[in-house]
Structures are given as structure tokens and as C-alpha cells.
């Protein structure tokens, strides 16, 4: 797969969110919907295209789908149905590379997320639903030693800290305190992000970091994956 160019978002896409933040409603959106596509869709897209290939590198079974709809760009609306808080926007833009058998955003995935101010990258799994989390728990179980070996991976641990997820303030049933990763198996997201200034993301430097970073948590990711029975490589990489 041929590698695109990618020289960095447009400083436009950060004052497009500021401003969204302070006019979240419906009127001031509809005005500037060209804003909204011209600096916010059409980079996001031209981004996810340019991280097709390098995402294939380490996987090819995490798809980068450039499309604006339906793709690895996550809409603008929020959910608020269920929610208190009425505002019909996001102010932040997230991109997931999600897992070739994934649905939805709590498949696991790769992760790129733009807000004003920062951006963060990285990888895991987001309140995945209960059997899906009872598989990574039962894999961490059965894996001690392999997950400690990546979890306490150097690289890794300078690169994002440790995992990171809402977790239980007990043990999970069926296990016990003195479990091998009680820590880990309380968790109840498991993922990995890397913070930086938004200023990265202006530069070309920024996708050269969110490979190196995607790299450092392939293991972390394969390790997902395969809980699942789930394809991290579905071919033999290229020589």
C-alpha cells in the first residue's frame, strides 16, 4: 500500500472547536457547516487516508476508512437522549481504527483525538460490553506472565504509563484478591494514550509520532485481539 503524505491540520480545525465550544447550538452550526467540512471533515479525512498504509504496516486487520460517514471518523453529534447535558456537539474530533469485526466504538481500536489545546493517541478497548470483557479478563488469567511481559514493557511505560480504564473498587466476581493482575482484571476499559500539545498536531511530525506510538502498543493491542479470537495479522508482513 502506497504511503500518502500527510503535512499536519490546519490551524483552522482548533479555532473551528474553540468557537464550537462557545456556540454549541444548532444555528451557529448550520452557518458554518462549510467551516466545518472545509477545515474539520476534509483534513480528518485526508489524515485517515494517509494513516491507511502505516496502520497496515503494524496490522491488517485495524482498518483507517477515510470515508466522513460511516468511516473511522467519529461524528460531530452527540448522543443526548439519555443525557443531561443538551448541548448537540462535540467539541473535540476523535478518529477510531477499529478492529475489521468491530461495530462500534467500543470494539477495540486504535484512537486519534483532537481537542483545543491537545491531542492524544493510543489504543485499547472502551467499556467493551460484559462477555467481550470476561474474555480479556479469562486471557490475562490463563497469560499472566505474557500480559505482565507487555504491560510492564519498558517502551510502553515511558510512552503512556500504565494502562489506564474506570476500575472496579472490588475484585470482579469470581476472583480473588490474591489474583496474578487483580489490578488489571478490575479494569473495566483497558487502553493506552499518549498526550501531546496541539501544536504537534500542526506539523508532519504528527503521524510520524502516532505510528511510533501505535507500534509501541501493537503488543497490547495483539494481546486484545487475540483474547477475542480475533486476527491481529490475517497475513505473513511483507519481507
Request: with cysteine; aromatic share 12%.
Amino acid at each position: 500500500m502506497t504511503r500518502v503524505s500527510f503535512n499536519g491540520f490546519p490551524e483552522e480545525l482548533f479555532i473551528f472547536l474553540e468557537a464550537l465550544g462557545e456556540n454549541n447550538n444548532r444555528d451557529w452550526f448550520n452557518a458554518n457547516k462549510d467551516s466545518y467540512r472545509h477545515y474539520v471533515v476534509e483534513p480528518v479525512s485526508d489524515f485517515i487516508q494517509a494513516m491507511a498504509p502505516r496502520l497496515d504496516r503494524i496490522t491488517d486487520s485495524y482498518l483507517a476508512d477515510p470515508r466522513p460517514n460511516g468511516g473511522s471518523m467519529f461524528r460531530i453529534y452527540r448522543d443526548i437522549r439519555f443525557s443531561k447535558d443538551k448541548r448537540p456537539y462535540k467539541t473535540h474530533v476523535g478518529c477510531h481504527f477499529r478492529h475489521m469485526a468491530g461495530k462500534d466504538a467500543h470494539a477495540p481500536g486504535f484512537y486519534v483525538h483532537l481537542e483545543p489545546g491537545k491531542v492524544l493517541f493510543g489504543g485499547g478497548v472502551w467499556k467493551p460490553p460484559g462477555p467481550t470483557l470476561a474474555q480479556i479478563r479469562t486471557s490475562i488469567t490463563e497469560h499472566p506472565e505474557e500480559w505482565t511481559r507487555i504491560s510492564q514493557n519498558k517502551s510502553l511505560r515511558k510512552r503512556f504509563g500504565s494502562i489506564q480504564g474506570e476500575r472496579l473498587k472490588r475484585p470482579p466476581r469470581g476472583y480473588d484478591s490474591d489474583q496474578p493482575c487483580i489490578e488489571d482484571l478490575k479494569l473495566k476499559s483497558l487502553f493506552l494514550i499518549q498526550e501531546e500539545d496541539a501544536g504537534l498536531a500542526l506539523t508532519p511530525e504528527l503521524i510520524k509520532e502516532i505510528e511510533r506510538s501505535f507500534k509501541t502498543a501493537a503488543p497490547f493491542m495483539q494481546f486484545l485481539t487475540t483474547a477475542l479470537d480475533l486476527p491481529f495479522n490475517r497475513k505473513p508482513p511483507a519481507s
